[in-house]
């Protein structure tokens, strides 16, 4: 007879947590947990590199002179650290009428070298008052600006280990026009790494590993060199003020915080987070099945691939010196995340102005584009690379401009759909 009592109480505290707001933390704690089934060793690793990716970076530790900013927390916040943000990164360059383009970083034909490809509007000059470069801006030269908006990096650890040849095989005619193509880059690890070939990660698919991705930032977005990125990036393409660095050693390679101490607890964290649980149906649906046979029906799956599977064996890269782990939180799991990483023609709706193989190696052209995995998308307020949609339906839309791209058979179906499979499209897009 004591338990309904119990219970009533129960209930009342149940209701106190929701009012003070205590259980929010518990709910976005399963948003940015980490992949189950996990080695106490990986477990440490995730932990270790939640600590490095949550952190602001030191001069003392390379940062500067110019940077975007000083932690990977400032871009990847939302709904939890290893989320996505609306803010958008800056990319520029000059084009010419031939087609032709420089990247304004010296390397180019005209020879100029003025900062480029990424704007680093942030400097070390905030901290040391002698320091005499401030941020970048964009240089009069350039005619062709981009901006970029940071993805979220939930499940990218099981991006990570999805077999290149399962990504190539879908390189093939899916009809309606749509043909994917694998972006193959040259990876700077060798054997006795299990290395990736095929780009899966970032707006072009330049990167094809976590490792890269993550010394790719550390080079310039927190501006610190590492045995991966060697090359400091110059203020503007001007010489380095010695009095805008706290560092010893300038070009600041090798030190411990940008060595492997630094990137791989980071790509480690983005290896292990697990990907956003789906979300119920909206506006009081009891299930979004109507909205997923939409899905399929009018060509979306052709380019958003609902799932890949990992293979049975997926080796983990944990230092520069050849070591590897087995992750069987990694092996034989379903990748649910609505993309074939591939790049794909959109056209000229994208707006796309800068070819991508100027950033990294790889084979993107300028309207080409990979197919962004659509899990998280629950936490997204503003869509497309740039940002510049602002709800799904303007997103859907923008895939085309009616005319050019692989999609306008695709986007011609879903205008052609009735208000209601419309609105189901929409509802089950919103669980993802």
């Known amino acids: ?60 530790e390379g940062v500067g002179p110019v940077l975007t900013d000083g932690g990977c927390l400032r871009c990847h916040n ?68 981009e901006n970029r908006m940071g993805p979220p990096v939930f499940g990218f650890g099981l991006i990570d280990a999805i077999a ?11 009809g309606s026009g749509v043909h994917g193509v694998a972006n193959v880059g040259v990876i700077f690890l060798n054997e006795p790494f299990p290395v990736h070939t095929v780009g899966r990660f ?21 501006g610190i060199t590492n045995p991966i990125n060697t ?33 791989f607890p980071i790509s480690h964290f983005m290896r292990y987070l697990a990907p956003a649980p789906l979300a119920a149906c909206p506006n009081g649906a009891t299930d979004c099945t109507q909205g997923q046979t939409v899905f399929s029906t009018i060509g979306c799956d052709k380019c958003h691939k609902p799932s ?4 049975a064996n997926v080796l983990v890269q944990t230092d520069l010196n050849g070591t590897t782990l087995s992750s ?56 497309m690379h740039s940002g510049g949609a602002a709800d799904l339906t303007g997103a859907i839309l923008g895939h085309t401009d009616g005319v050019t791209g692989e999609a306008v058979t695709i986007i011609n179906n879903y205008k052609a759909l009735t208000p209601a499979d419309q609105a189901a499209l929409l509802d089950f897009l919103k669980t993802l």
């Open 1 to 60: 007879m004591l338990l309904p009592g119990r219970l009533s109480k129960l209930l009342i505290f149940f209701s106190m947590l929701v009012s003070t707001g205590i259980l929010v933390i518990t709910a976005q704690a399963q948003i940015g947990s980490h992949l189950p089934g996990m080695k106490p060793t990986e477990i440490k690793f995730f932990n270790n590199g939640q600590t490095q990716f949550g952190r602001v970076w030191g001069m003392k």
């Open 78 to 145: 939302t709904p939890v650290l290893g989320g996505g943000s609306n803010r958008l990164l800056t990319f520029f360059g000059q084009a010419g009428p031939d087609g032709s383009f420089d990247a304004l970083d010296g390397t180019g034909a005209s020879g100029l070298n003025e900062g480029g490809l990424l704007l680093q509007p942030r400097s070390n000059q905030a901290f040391l008052p002698d320091c005499s470069q401030g941020g970048e801006v964009v240089p009069i030269d350039a005619n062709a600006i």
């Open 164 to 174: 290149d040849a399962d990504i190539q095989a879908e390189a093939v005619d899916k």
């Open 202 to 222: 970032g707006k072009k698919g330049q990167m094809a590993n976590l490792i890269e991705m993550a010394a790719f930032a550390f080079a310039h977005d927190l």
């Open 231 to 263: 090359v400091e990036d110059l203020p503007q393409g001007q010489p380095i003020d010695p009095n805008c660095t706290q560092n010893i050693k300038v070009p600041n390679n090798g030190n411990i915080g940008s060595g492997g101490n630094g990137m």
């Open 308 to 311: 890949y599977t990992t293979p």
């Open 328 to 383: 069987p939180a990694l092996s034989s799991q379903q990748v649910n995340l609505y993309s074939d990483l591939l790049l794909h023609d959109l056209g000229s709706a994208d707006k796309g102005v800068i070819p991508e193989n100027h950033i990294n190696t790889g084979l993107a052209t300028v309207s080409q584009w990979r197919t962004a995995p659509l899990w998280g998308l629950q936490y997204r307020t503003r869509f």
